[in-house]
């Protein structure tokens, strides 16, 4: 028999569990329908429980960097149906204009962010702001539904600390086609790729719950 698992004791392990419940759960949930509108209201529900905690996060996937927002993968299903990111904001980054080109699923861990959606104009494509500029707030969740138009621009809400949202997206993300949006509607494609080049290991029930 193999001798116990011993870690250093330098630093805290964190319990990955939350997560790896999740991804199973959602992996679950694209099992059992295709159906779009209960995929992010079930899937919504799921990320709701995963955000209300902040303990599961490992701090490699947490460090905002003064150049940009990063963009760190979490897990990526085997057949790249769905994607889980942190995206970590540093005091005052933002997006550009941009879209996504599959669902996605938002849930604030830490912080908060302002949302401001945008369309294209019917006579001119220009781009024009949809409604006022929104609050998502930690723990909130918010669903990206392409059906009914999916570009937008988020900042973090604060100018003096770091916020931390989990995304879920119905692709491998960090390789979609995309684009961002000048004013006049003309697209600037972009692919986003990922900031990190190691994932957690979620799978180790030594180190978690």
Known sequence: MNAPATFPTGAATVDTAPLRRFVTGFAALLDDTEDLDLILERG?????????RDTWLQEEYAQAN??????YLL??????RF??????????????????RVWGLVGVLRGAEKVQSFGLRDRDGALVQLGATRDLLETEVEAI???QGDIHRVENAYADRTSISIHVYGANIGAVHRATYRATGEERPFVS???????????????SA
């Open 66 to 71: 003064p150049d940009g927002y990063q963009q």
């Open 145 to 147: 539904d392409p059906r």
């Open 83 to 100: 994607s889980v990111i942190s995206f970590v904001w540093g005091p005052g980054q933002a997006t550009p204009v941009h879209d996504h």
């Open 193 to 207: 790729g990922y900031a990190n080049t190691t994932i957690p290991n979620i799978w180790d029930a030594a180190r």
């Open 75 to 80: 897990h990526c299903d085997s057949a790249e």
């Open 44 to 52: 919504g529900a799921l990320l709701a429980q995963l955000v209300a």
